[in-house]
């Protein structure tokens, strides 16, 4: 039966659709170029019309089956993430890497209820350590270690 209301499909179809029309929006001076040419704007612009597809595909599978209805949303780990985010944004060049990467894990743990102590102490470690060997070593990116 066809029934309107906000469920969880139904925001997260509408929010799959807003991604894809800012993607559009913003790559929109970008040359697609062809199939056999892609130009800068080609992949972003394919991947913003299948999330847009998925978004209207999500809102048209709510209409029709029961889906949970909203509920609250929860802030403080959204919060914390952005924070965790933009620590190492502000910390990946004037701290290092590993400062930067172990600030950013210590602060996105803390929306993380119920962490133990040595689980905390044990991602500040072992990260950092990882996503170098990874990111630095493995991908060659161009980023300082530490601050010295």
């Known amino acids: 039966m066809l029934s309107i209301r906000m469920s969880q499909d139904m925001l997260a179809g509408v ?4 991604i894809a029309a800012v993607a559009l929006w913003f790559g ?3 040359d697609a170029g062809t199939s056999a ?4 704007g080609y992949m972003p612009r394919a991947l913003a019309w299948i ?3 998925m978004g209207v595909f999500t809102c048209l599978r709510a209409l029709w089956l029961k889906s949970p209805k909203v509920g609250t949303i929860a ?3 959204i919060i914390l993430i952005l924070a965790a985010c933009g620590a190492f944004a502000y910390l990946v060049d004037w701290a290092g890497f590993i400062v930067a990467s172990a600030a950013a894990i210590l602060i996105a743990l803390f929306a993380m ?15 950092p350590a990882a996503l170098a060997l990874v990111f630095i070593v493995g ?3 161009p980023f ?3 601050w010295f």
């Open 15 to 18: 929010i799959f659709m807003a």
């Open 28 to 30: 929109a001076d970008l």
């Open 37 to 40: 040419e892609m130009g800068p």
């Open 51 to 53: 999330i847009g597809a």
């Open 75 to 77: 802030l403080r780990p």
């Open 113 to 127: 209820p119920g962490a133990s102590l040595l689980y905390v102490i044990g991602m500040i470690v072992v990260l």
């Open 139 to 141: 991908l060659g990116l």
């Open 144 to 146: 300082d270690l530490w």
